[in-house]
């Protein structure tokens, strides 16, 4: 494992010098990099950019999980129910079915059926899909 992560740490620093070099000069004329500068480079934009943690599987999804269930554990039945009620008939944006009811109504009462003004991309009540009507 560790000769593989060496042999990957080789190949970006060679990568990062070759790409510099024939990028940064024509376009910028910048001078040419060794490969020490390349691996400098890659190191200084990887603290700069990114930091150094785990990506991935092993990290944050498993993390978010494991964080959830302490908190499930700590939970009295009721605060599980009230979770769990508050949960339902969510969908994109957090946004439950009545509240998304609500806001298509308050559109449709601003801007009338299309949603604009001058009714631009409005349709007529023949062109609506079943889909756009729910």
Same mark, same amino acid.
């Not at 910028?28 to 400098?40: P, S």
């Not at 009295?76 to 806001?103: I, L, T, Y």
């Given at each position: 494992m ?5 042999? *990957? ?17 024509? %376009? *910028?004329g910048?001078?040419? %990099? $060794? ?29 978010? &999980?494991?964080?959830?269930? +302490?908190?499930?554990a700590?939970?009295?039945? &009721?605060?599980r ?6 949960m ?9 079915? &009545? ?5 298509r ?10 949603? +604009? &003004? ?9 062109? $609506? $899909? ?5």
């Amino acid at each position: 494992m560790v000769a593989m992560v060496a042999v *990957f740490a080789v190949l970006l620093g060679v990568v990062v010098e070759h790409l510099w070099n024939w990028l940064m000069p024509g %376009i *910028f004329g910048l001078r040419r %990099i $060794t490969y020490w500068e390349a691996v400098g480079l890659l190191l200084l934009s990887k603290l700069l950019l990114g930091g150094f943690h785990r990506h991935g599987p092993r990290g944050g999804g498993r993390r978010w &999980e494991q964080k959830m269930e +302490r908190k499930w554990a700590k939970m009295s039945p &009721e605060e599980r129910e009230a979770f769990r009620a508050g949960m339902k008939g969510r969908h994109g944006c957090g946004w439950s079915r &009545e509240e998304k009811e609500q806001f298509r109504a308050a559109v449709r009462a601003r801007w009338g059926r299309g949603g +604009r &003004e001058d009714g631009v991309g409005e349709k007529s009540g023949a062109e $609506t $899909t079943e889909k756009e009507a729910i």
